[in-house]
């Protein structure tokens, strides 16, 4: 079976470029969440899929692969015969966080993936609550000088996103403050509301309603510029040049897929991604488009993955 599979693909691959493109794709594409289903990255793929269907000619299943911290969707991807039918929704885990954070992930980070195009980028923001004397960055960094290993933020779990820009804070800041890890965003926020912990990083969708109503303080977002989405609100690299700790989502497909099938697969994704309407969609949920050519998503990965293993090195985090 593996023989003739292998003997199918080679002569698959030995046809011109512009026949794969053409015969692609020839059925139904996965599109592996690997996270489970009701989260933002499932939502977020799911969204996508309807009109990608729309713009192959092919149904777009989105698949939930959950575990191991996104690397067994991430494995599934890699695995998969590099056709173009099986997609990974990417986030920060499987390629530019998760070889820094575990002993070892059961893929090659760089090789076994095909980068495709950017996708979002969901804009942190820091926010502390009310009863903390900081009404910038700055004076969060000197209280937390003044109060070294006293100040705590809460996060959704050891090695999330909100951990990894906690860590950051720390890193560029040259601070020492308490990272209280949670089972998820819920507790995390119960805690921050009630004053339990001083602040939390976290997505604008989650930290900015109580920040409006008064419940929270919004003290910056963690993109390298000032997002659009709240302009009024500083960068906090403003503050701490090179912080940027906002989600990076993507597609890829599997490592050594032809470049005339990615190059339909970035053709119809930029496309939806530069429809006003979608955009529209996708802003009001606190998310910034990200279309990319698949050699821009190749540097942005790279440039993810160098800057979380200098963070991660210097708090000494590792997940088993």
Same mark, same amino acid.
């Given at each position: 079976?593996?023989?003739?599979?292998?003997?199918?693909? %080679?002569?698959?691959?030995?046809?011109? %470029?512009?026949?794969?493109?053409?015969?692609?794709?020839?059925?139904?594409?996965?599109?592996?969440?690997?996270?489970? %289903?009701?989260?933002?990255?499932?939502?977020?793929?799911?969204?996508?899929?309807?009109?990608?269907?729309?713009?192959?000619?092919?149904?777009?299943?989105?698949?939930?692969?959950?575990?191991?911290?996104?690397?067994?969707?991430?494995?599934?991807?890699?695995?998969?015969?590099?056709?173009?039918?099986?997609?990974?929704?990417?986030?920060?885990?499987?390629?530019?966080?998760?070889?820094?954070?575990?002993?070892?992930?059961?893929?090659?980070?760089?090789?076994?993936?095909?980068?495709?195009?950017?996708?979002?980028?969901?804009?942190?923001?820091?926010?502390?609550?009310?009863?903390?004397?900081?009404?910038?960055?700055?004076?969060?960094?000197?209280?937390?000088?003044?109060?070294?290993?006293?100040?705590?933020?809460?996060?959704?779990?050891?090695?999330?996103?909100?951990?990894?820009?906690?860590?950051?804070?720390?890193?560029?800041?040259?601070?020492?403050?308490?990272?209280?890890?949670?089972?998820?965003?819920?507790?995390?926020?119960?805690?921050?509301?009630?004053?339990?912990?001083?602040?939390?990083?976290?997505?604008?969708?989650?930290?900015?309603?109580?920040?409006?109503?008064?419940?929270?303080?919004?003290?910056?977002?963690?993109?390298?510029?000032?997002?659009?989405?709240?302009?009024?609100?500083?960068?906090? %690299?403003?503050?701490?040049?090179?912080?940027?700790?906002?989600?990076?989502?993507?597609?890829?497909?599997?490592?050594g897929t032809p470049p005339a099938i990615v #190059?339909?697969?970035?053709?119809?994704i930029v496309g939806i991604l530069n429809e006003?309407?979608?955009?529209?969609?996708?802003? #009001?949920?606190?998310?910034?488009?990200?279309?990319?050519?698949?050699?821009?998503?190749?540097?942005?990965?790279?440039?993810?993955?160098?800057?979380?293993?200098?963070?991660?090195?210097?708090?000494?985090?590792?997940?088993?």
């Amino acid at each position: 079976m593996k023989t003739h599979r292998r003997s199918i693909l %080679a002569a698959a691959l030995a046809l011109p %470029a512009p026949a794969l493109a053409q015969g692609f794709p020839s059925r139904p594409i996965r599109l592996v969440c690997p996270f489970a %289903a009701g989260g933002s990255a499932d939502a977020s793929a799911r969204q996508l899929a309807e009109p990608l269907s729309a713009a192959l000619g092919q149904p777009v299943v989105v698949e939930n692969r959950p575990g191991g911290g996104a690397t067994l969707g991430a494995q599934l991807v890699a695995r998969a015969a590099p056709d173009g039918h099986t997609l990974l929704y990417g986030t920060p885990g499987p390629q530019s966080v998760n070889p820094h954070l575990m002993r070892s992930v059961p893929y090659d980070p760089v090789r076994d993936f095909a980068p495709v195009s950017g996708y979002k980028r969901a804009p942190n923001l820091l926010a502390v609550h009310p009863s903390l004397p900081a009404q910038d960055l700055a004076q969060l960094i000197a209280l937390a000088k003044a109060r070294p290993g006293t100040l705590t933020f809460a996060s959704s779990g050891v090695g999330s996103s909100s951990h990894l820009a906690g860590e950051m804070l720390k890193f560029l800041g040259g601070v020492d403050i308490t990272h209280v890890p949670y089972r998820g965003t819920g507790p995390a926020m119960t805690d921050l509301l009630s004053g339990t912990v001083a602040m939390a990083l976290d997505t604008l969708s989650i930290l900015l309603p109580p920040a409006r109503a008064g419940s929270l303080r919004a003290l910056g977002v963690t993109t390298p510029q000032r997002s659009r989405l709240v302009p009024e609100l500083p960068a906090l %690299a403003e503050t701490l040049p090179g912080f940027d700790a906002a989600p990076f989502n993507y597609i890829a497909a599997t490592g050594g897929t032809p470049p005339a099938i990615v #190059a339909r697969l970035n053709q119809a994704i930029v496309g939806i991604l530069n429809e006003p309407a979608y955009r529209a969609r996708m802003e #009001a949920l606190g998310e910034e488009a990200t279309p990319s050519s698949p050699e821009e998503l190749a540097e942005t990965i790279a440039r993810e993955s160098a800057r979380w293993k200098q963070v991660i090195e210097a708090a000494g985090i590792r997940v088993e």
